[in-house]
Every structure is written in C-alpha cells, then in structure tokens.
C-alpha cells in the first residue's frame, strides 16, 4: 500500500489480470489498473458484514481525474455512504455511539470501509469508550 499520488499512479503498470493499489491514508480509496493499462480511480465498501456484496465505484479515468481530486471525491462518496447508514439506523430508532475512522485490522481480508454495529450493554459501552491503544485499534478519546 501506498498513498494515490501522480507518481504511485504512474508508476503502476499493468498485469495480466486487472490489479489494484489502495491508498494507505483513506481507506476504501483506490486505482485500478486493467491489462490494456487503463488507470480507474474507484471507491470500495461493504456494508452488512463479511457476507455482504461489495461495492465498488468508479470515481472516473487517471488523466481526466487527477489523484488529488479522485480523492476529494471518495471522501464524498464515502461520506455519502456513511450519511445514508446513519438515515437508515435513526429511522430504526438506533444510536450510533462509537464511530471510528481510520485504518484498522479486522478480520476481512479487503481494502474499503466496514461497518460493524454490536448491541451495547453499559458496562461494553464504557470498555469501548476507555482509552487503548493496540495493534488493531488506537482509541484515545477515553
């Protein structure tokens, strides 16, 4: 992994099978590279769990769209994406208590943004608030 940049995308050269470099700062955000060499700039992310279908989409071409404005635009993607959880839970009448942004481990074994909800009793509410620090996860708002 690397951060997107003109030089990280220019340097990605084409394979036999389309390949991917995913962006080490915003998680979700990357670029395709097809086997003609077509360079895509796209989002990916899965809600629902480890079962759920993911999710990609094309942000546009490398050329017309420079690094730094595909990744303005995955910001709002992903924002979107996460405006559009929060609608769906509220109407439920669920709260979002934690929410944390970042690059975490988990057990999926892809690049892209991860929802998990858990039901919280007090006492795991306050043990997910405490101050830690770990290789998985760095919670220091305590």
Same mark, same amino acid.
């Given at each position: 992994?690397?951060?997107?940049?003109?030089?990280? &995308?220019?340097? #990605? =050269?084409? =394979?036999?099978?389309? $390949?991917?470099?995913? %962006?080490?700062?915003?998680?979700?955000? @990357?670029? =395709?590279?097809?086997?003609?060499?077509? /360079? &895509?700039?796209?989002?990916?992310?899965?809600?629902? @769990?480890? /079962?759920?279908? $993911?999710?990609?989409?094309?942000?546009?071409?490398? @050329?017309?769209?420079?690094?730094?404005?595909?990744?303005?635009?995955?910001?709002?993607?992903?924002?979107?994406? #996460?405006?559009?959880?929060?609608?769906?839970?509220?109407?439920? /009448?669920?709260?979002?208590?934690? $929410?944390? &942004?970042?690059?975490?481990?988990?057990?999926?074994?892809?690049?892209? &943004? $991860?929802?998990?909800?858990?039901?919280? %009793?007090?006492?795991?509410?306050?043990? +997910?608030?405490?101050?830690?620090?770990?290789?998985? +996860?760095?919670?220091?708002?305590?």
């Amino acid at each position: 992994m690397a951060r997107i940049s003109k030089r990280s &995308v220019d340097a #990605a =050269k084409p =394979k036999a099978k389309d $390949t991917y470099l995913w %962006d080490d700062e915003l998680a979700g955000f @990357g670029l =395709k590279v097809t086997p003609t060499g077509r /360079k &895509v700039y796209l989002v990916q992310y899965r809600v629902g @769990g480890r /079962k759920a279908r $993911t999710r990609r989409v094309t942000i546009g071409p490398h @050329g017309s769209v420079t690094p730094d404005a595909a990744r303005v635009e995955a910001k709002r993607l992903l924002g979107q994406v #996460a405006a559009s959880i929060a609608e769906v839970l509220g109407r439920r /009448k669920l709260d979002i208590r934690h $929410t944390y &942004v970042g690059n975490y481990f988990t057990s999926l074994e892809m690049m892209g &943004v $991860t929802l998990t909800m858990i039901r919280l %009793d007090g006492e795991l509410d306050r043990l +997910l608030a405490y101050p830690a620090r770990s290789l998985g +996860l760095t919670n220091l708002k305590g």
